[in-house]
């Protein structure tokens, strides 16, 4: 019932910045909170950042500082601006949205496709 697609991820050098996009679709009734994952191979996914309907945002630690989450709620759409990025920023990122579709009783966990960010000089 709802789909993300992420955009924006890709190879920076230290130091640089990128800015991701997530915009959800479909039959949405609406959004709560939405926020963004990365993932490492062999790493469990972890938290970069997140934000609710009003605006309350909650980072990872090791990113407070560094990178900010907005989101646009009449377009349905989460960004993520990364500055200072670092080498161990690399991994894969991740859009999720706890959406209720139209006709839905209650909200469920969705996943965008995942954007890989690589910061290598």
């Known amino acids: 019932q709802v789909q993300l697609v992420e955009s924006g991820g890709g190879l920076v050098q230290p130091g640089g910045s990128l800015r991701l996009s997530c915009a959800a679709s479909?039959?949405?009734?609406?959004?709560?909170?939405m926020g963004w994952y990365r993932q490492v191979p062999g790493k469990q996914r972890e938290l970069v950042a997140s934000?609710?309907?009003?605006?309350?945002?909650n980072y990872g630690g090791s990113v407070k500082g560094r990178f900010t989450i907005s989101r646009d709620n009449a377009e349905n759409t989460v960004y993520l601006q990364m500055n200072s990025l670092k080498p161990e920023d690399t991994a894969v990122y991740y859009c999720?949205?706890?959406?209720?579709?139209?006709?839905?009783?209650?909200?469920?966990?969705?996943w965008g496709q995942g954007t890989q960010v690589t910061v290598s000089s």
């Open positions: 999720n949205a706890a959406a209720r579709g139209r006709g839905s009783r209650y909200a469920s966990d969705y």
């Open positions: 934000i609710t309907s009003g605006g309350r945002t």
């Open positions: 479909g039959s949405i009734f609406s959004i709560d909170i």
